[in-house]
């Protein structure tokens, strides 16, 4: 899906730059780190909007005011429910980067989901997540902090990265294709 139709699909405003914070939302995820990087940048990148997309697991008060503070409420979209599998290409084809700003994790299926989309990707070096995520080729793998996380948002939007980024994640992408896993099993079967 276009990013246009995308936008339309989701009644968003076009012409407008989004990074998604997919799934649930739990205090593991480090929602409230990329809210305060957001607000670092916002007055740089006057375009950003940031679409969180999930159910919330965690006091969404909290993060409501946590975006009334920091001056976010006309540049966050909040989707707190549940996302059905048919509504996945409008929320990742309306986004330009897909942020995962984790404080602790093992992997993450969202990482797979935006290969799936050919999404750049900003996450935290925190479990596994940085050894899919190729820092500066394909996203970042940053530290788990709001000023790391500001530095990298800045650094792909000003310098305009979505390009170069998704043709690097395209060619990794061909490593977790299914002919590849088979051609492997079937090697190992010999």
């Excluded at 990087?37 to 909290?62: M, T």
């Excluded at 996450?123 to 530095?151: F, K, R, W």
């Excluded at 170069?164 to 990794?172: F, G, N, R």
Aim: with cysteine; hydrophobic share 45%; proline share 3%.
């Amino acid at each position: 899906m276009s990013k246009n139709d995308a936008c339309r699909a989701l009644a968003l405003p076009e012409g407008k730059q989004y990074m998604l914070f997919f799934g649930l939302v739990r205090a593991y995820k480090g929602l409230d780190l990329l809210l305060d990087a957001f607000a670092a940048v916002k007055d740089q990148l006057p375009d950003l909007q940031l679409i969180i997309a999930g159910e919330f697991y965690e006091q969404e008060d909290k993060y409501r005011s946590q975006i009334e503070a920091n001056g976010l409420a006309d540049r966050v979209i909040l989707r707190n429910e549940f996302i059905p599998d048919a509504d996945l290409r409008k929320y990742f084809g309306a986004a330009d980067l897909i942020v995962q700003p984790y404080k602790s994790a093992t992997q993450s299926g969202v990482t797979q989901v935006a290969f799936h989309f050919e999404k750049p990707m900003l996450v935290t070096n925190v479990g596994g997540l940085a050894e899919i995520v190729h820092d500066h080729q394909m996203g970042y793998a940053c530290e788990p902090s709001a000023e790391a996380i500001a530095e990298d948002l800045l650094d792909y939007f000003a310098h305009n990265r979505q390009a170069a980024y998704t043709e690097y994640l395209k060619k990794e992408k061909t490593k977790y294709a299914w002919s590849n896993m088979t051609a492997a099993f079937l090697n190992i079967c010999k």
